[in-house]
């Protein structure tokens, strides 16, 4: 069975010799045998157990309450616990970590497409960027909203086909103009529009809004600020 020095046992576990005299004067990591010289020798079992001291410190906890774990009757089911809460915690620190990152691409991707970078720009892209999310949600729950509808409609024009009930379909396009003014209506209430121009976030009426020429991200308007006509950036507005 192989003996080891504490010169060897602090190189393959990474720490320094005086880190493993000090365990072994906390009573945390003892030697299995002592030459007569005095010198420490260390078994395989010992190495394993220094391995577990030094990621269980990797983890921050203080040496008493390691020295705590390692004296339960079963450590290895505290161990097992903090292992779990590790993972999740670096899950979440991924996480955090990624969406960093996509709202710095973002960023990028927005300030590429500005002429002038000042620090009003910026702050159109950032706050476009905070809104992201709740414009998607927005989108998809009116997509989500518009569904029973379009399942109402093609089952109306089946029917009108295959049986002639042309007024169930009539039924259909009469309730379905109310239900599209409820929803641009909807639409319009959650949404704001970042001017390019002067930067000011402003709401347009609803008959601007619902006939601008538009693409997925803007809308041609009349900023109520600068009066400048042009693609106003569009985000989502505060919850109230």
């Known amino acids: 069975m192989p003996k080891y020095t504490t010169g060897e046992i602090a190189k393959l576990c990474d720490v320094t010799v005086r880190t493993v005299q000090y365990y072994d004067t906390r009573g945390i990591l003892e030697p299995s045998e002592l030459t007569e010289g005095g010198r420490r020798l260390y078994s395989d ?3 394993h157990k220094m391995k577990i001291i030094c990621f269980l410190r990797d983890l921050g906890l203080p040496i008493d ?8 009757e079963d450590p290895s089911s505290v161990i097992s616990l903090l292992l779990r809460q590790q993972e999740e915690d670096l899950k979440t620190e991924i996480s955090e970590r990624q969406e960093k990152l996509t709202k710095l691409e973002d960023l990028k991707r927005g300030l590429s497409s500005t002429q002038t970078i000042s620090v009003d720009s910026i702050g159109d892209v950032a706050y476009s960027i905070s809104g992201k999310k709740k414009l998607k949600k927005l989108r998809r729950n009116i997509i989500l909203a518009g569904i029973p509808n379009t399942i109402f409609q093609w089952t109306a024009i089946a029917l009108w086909i295959t049986k002639g009930w042309w007024w169930l379909f009539a039924i259909q396009m009469i309730l379905s103009i109310p239900l599209a003014f409820i929803t641009t209506r909807y ?14 976030i402003f709401k347009p009426n609803y008959k601007e809004m619902l006939f601008a020429n538009h693409t997925p991200t803007a809308r041609r308007l009349t900023c109520t600020e600068c009066k400048t006509v042009s693609f106003c950036v569009e985000t989502a507005a505060p919850e109230e």
């Open 45 to 47: 079992d010992d190495l």
């Open 187 to 200: 639409y319009h209430k959650h949404t704001l529009y970042i001017c390019p121009h002067c930067h000011k």
């Open 65 to 72: 309450a390691i020295s705590q774990i390692l004296s339960e």
